[in-house]
């Protein structure tokens, strides 16, 4: 029986993950060139947990709905949408709102999911898989037989990095805490310990001569590692800012701080390159390209879960209703995948 009740969850501040809370509506109707979407999945991304702590670089002013991203089914479609779409399986990147039972969307921004790929396992790879798709191949775009190091590679955008990595065709370096060794050398990665190892050291002994390409999520002191190892005409892609996730201060600083670096490197006459990844770059300045980047590259990143080139990694499925309970553990560092939050009918 399909609800006719909206449930969100609300963000209302710098809380703990126990003060998030639920707000109950009426389910929207889509006006022209919408639909409504019944989310059957959603996540917790490592953008919320910033977001939590008031420290993800462009979020909306508390307070709000979280959610970067979602997967469901198209129950209503407004004026000049066409009607095929009422009950297809559609994701979307969405930045925030996903964290709800119904969801308004602009039919332009949602993206078919292939028949037969589950919702919770479409979800795992919406935001991490279009991340890791748009870095390695439009980003980094590093050669067959080529050496990658990804660091925290057991985690959301890492394991998406790594396996689609190896499929292109590289040889893969990765950064994990040692528990997750086992699975990292399982898909063809060459692990190393961030706790106990020296990691520039290590990854000098095995890529003597650099690495092709960098993903580095953590920002601060890791960024200039990254860029030192680097071969001759490699690529560092920045993508994040993971390590001043629990720092007080502006919440730009880090991006800014990144971003002036990038801009000194690839003044260098090395033929060195960095970048700083954003998902949303150019979005405002030509919507239609944007969307249709993102139609091809999440399409990409579905086929290759069809292969089997990628597997959707899911640490847990939790109710809508136990979002403190799965944004703890999404926190906790412990778990290997990401952690989606299903609403009940």
Same mark, same amino acid.
């Given at each position: 029986?399909?609800? &006719?009740?909206?449930?969100?969850?609300?963000?209302?501040?710098?809380?703990?993950?126990?003060?998030?809370?639920?707000?109950?509506?009426?389910?929207?109707?889509? %006006?022209?060139?919408?639909?409504?979407?019944?989310?059957? =999945?959603?996540?917790?991304?490592? =953008?919320?947990?910033?977001?939590?702590?008031?420290?993800?670089?462009?979020?909306?002013?508390?307070?709000?709905?979280?959610?970067?991203?979602?997967?469901?089914?198209?129950?209503?479609?407004?004026?000049?949408?066409?009607?095929?779409?009422?009950?297809?399986?559609?994701?979307?990147?969405? &930045?925030?709102?996903?964290?709800?039972? $119904?969801?308004? @969307?602009?039919?332009?921004?949602?993206?078919?999911?292939?028949?037969?790929?589950?919702?919770?396992?479409?979800?795992?790879?919406?935001?991490?898989?279009?991340?890791?798709?748009?870095?390695?191949?439009?980003?980094?775009?590093?050669?067959?037989?080529?050496?990658?190091?990804?660091?925290?590679?057991?985690?959301?955008?890492?394991?998406?990095?790594?396996?689609?990595?190896?499929?292109?065709?590289? &040889?893969?370096? %990765?950064?994990?805490?040692?528990? $997750?060794?086992?699975?990292?050398?399982?898909?063809?990665?060459?692990?190393?310990?961030?706790?106990?190892?020296?990691?520039?050291?290590?990854?000098?002994? @095995?890529?003597?001569?650099?690495?092709? %390409?960098?993903?580095? $999520?953590?920002?601060?002191?890791?960024?200039?590692?990254?860029?030192?190892?680097? =071969?001759?005409?490699?690529?560092?892609?920045?993508?994040?800012?993971?390590?001043?996730?629990?720092?007080?201060?502006?919440?730009?600083?880090?991006?800014?701080?990144?971003? %002036?670096?990038?801009?000194?490197?690839?003044?260098?006459?090395?033929?060195?390159?960095?970048?700083?990844?954003?998902?949303?770059?150019?979005?405002?300045?030509?919507?239609?390209?944007?969307?249709?980047?993102?139609?091809?590259?999440?399409?990409?990143?579905?086929?290759?879960?069809?292969?089997?080139?990628?597997?959707?990694?899911?640490?847990?499925?939790?109710? @809508?209703?136990?979002?403190?309970?799965?944004?703890?553990? =999404?926190?906790?560092?412990?778990?290997?995948? &990401?952690?989606?939050?299903?609403?009940?009918?």
């Amino acid at each position: 029986m399909e609800s &006719k009740e909206l449930v969100e969850v609300v963000l209302p501040g710098t809380v703990e993950p126990e003060e998030l809370q639920f707000r109950r509506g009426d389910v929207p109707q889509p %006006g022209a060139g919408q639909i409504v979407v019944r989310v059957e =999945a959603t996540g917790v991304s490592f =953008a919320e947990q910033q977001m939590r702590r008031g420290r993800y670089y462009d979020q909306p002013p508390f307070p709000f709905v979280p959610g970067y991203d979602l997967v469901g089914t198209v129950l209503t479609a407004g004026a000049g949408v066409a009607p095929s779409l009422v009950g297809k399986r559609v994701a979307a990147l969405v &930045k925030v709102g996903g964290w709800a039972s $119904h969801v308004v @969307l602009d039919a332009a921004d949602a993206v078919e999911v292939p028949a037969g790929i589950d919702a919770a396992e479409a979800e795992t790879l919406v935001v991490n898989g279009i991340t890791a798709w748009q870095m390695l191949h439009r980003t980094a775009r590093v050669r067959s037989g080529g050496t990658v190091l990804v660091h925290g590679a057991n985690g959301g955008v890492g394991t998406v990095l790594v396996q689609l990595a190896r499929a292109a065709g590289l &040889k893969v370096i %990765g950064t994990a805490s040692a528990r $997750h060794h086992a699975t990292l050398r399982d898909l063809g990665v060459t692990p190393v310990d961030y706790r106990t190892e020296n990691v520039p050291a290590r990854v000098r002994e @095995l890529a003597p001569g650099g690495v092709d %390409g960098v993903f580095d $999520h953590l920002g601060g002191r890791s960024v200039v590692d990254s860029w030192r190892l680097l =071969a001759p005409g490699g690529t560092l892609v920045a993508y994040g800012s993971a390590t001043t996730r629990d720092d007080s201060g502006s919440k730009q600083w880090p991006v800014l701080k990144i971003l %002036g670096r990038v801009w000194r490197w690839n003044a260098l006459p090395n033929g060195r390159h960095a970048y700083f990844f954003n998902v949303w770059a150019g979005r405002a300045l030509n919507k239609d390209r944007f969307r249709d980047r993102l139609r091809t590259d999440l399409t990409q990143v579905f086929h290759a879960l069809e292969r089997g080139e990628v597997t959707a990694r899911i640490a847990a499925r939790m109710p @809508l209703t136990e979002v403190a309970e799965a944004m703890r553990l =999404a926190e906790s560092g412990a778990v290997s995948g &990401k952690v989606v939050l299903i609403p009940e009918a």
